[in-house]
T-cell receptor, first 112, second 115 residues
């Protein structure tokens, strides 16, 4: 099993809808997760970080972490065409390892 | 302005010709990292550095070298590039302040083509 898995998509939603992006991880010891957005040809930029079970909200974005089920998700409410990008899930350092692991990313398209 | 810079931004080279991609950050970050990004494979960590003179392998270190002689700089060295190292490379840095350690700042990327 890969350390961090994401549905590569593409995911297509209409403008104004809720986009749901999911990420699963294999190591129960993982403590921190991050969602990055990457526009085509650009660098990844941080959207959200989450460390505790439950939901964390920031504007139109909500990150959810469920350590028992080993998944983390990102919800984008009122999706806009400008949200069209690839979304990357990052598992932070864990245990004695400082290595960082990204999922392969999910490409989201928001249709006007 | 807080930033991570990479040079060059674009490079076309030939197999076997040694090259170095530079990375520099002005945020006094301890942690620095190199990634390569390939279609369908996502971002994969090549090497990372916890601080000056402390480096370790990521998931795909074969064919690459790094050094960390100064806190701000973390160059990526390809001693004998091969076509399978054609990729988009990103440098990133972060400061290990608890769990926020991994909120990384990325450079603009270097697109490398090895013929």
């Amino acid at each position: 099993q890969k350390e961090v898995e994401q549905n590569s998509g593409p995911l297509s939603v209409p403008e104004g809808a809720i986009a749901s992006l999911n990420c699963t991880y294999s190591d129960r010891g993982s403590q921190s997760f991050f969602w990055y957005r990457q526009y085509s040809g650009k660098s990844p930029e941080l959207i959200m970080s989450i460390y505790s079970n439950g939901d964390k909200e920031d504007g139109r974005f909500t990150a959810q972490l469920n350590k028992a089920s080993q998944y983390v998700s990102l919800l984008i409410r009122d999706s806009q065409p400008s949200d069209s990008a690839t979304y990357l899930c990052l598992r932070g350092k864990q245990g004695g390892s400082e290595k960082l692991v990204f999922g392969k990313g999910t490409k989201l398209t928001v249709n006007p | 302005e807080a930033q991570v810079t990479q040079n060059p931004r674009y490079l076309i080279t030939v197999t076997g010709k040694k090259l170095t991609v530079t990375c520099s950050q002005n945020m006094n970050h301890e942690y620095m990292s190199w990634y390569r990004q390939d279609p369908g494979l996502g971002l994969r960590q090549i090497y990372y550095s916890m601080n000056v003179e402390v480096t370790d392998k990521g998931d795909v270190p074969e064919g690459y070298k790094v050094s960390r002689k100064e806190k701000r700089n973390f160059p990526l060295i390809l001693e004998s590039p091969s076509p399978n190292q054609t990729s988009l490379y990103f440098c990133a840095s972060s400061s290990p302040a608890g769990l926020s350690y991994n909120e990384q700042f990325f450079g603009p990327g270097t697109r490398l083509t090895v013929l």
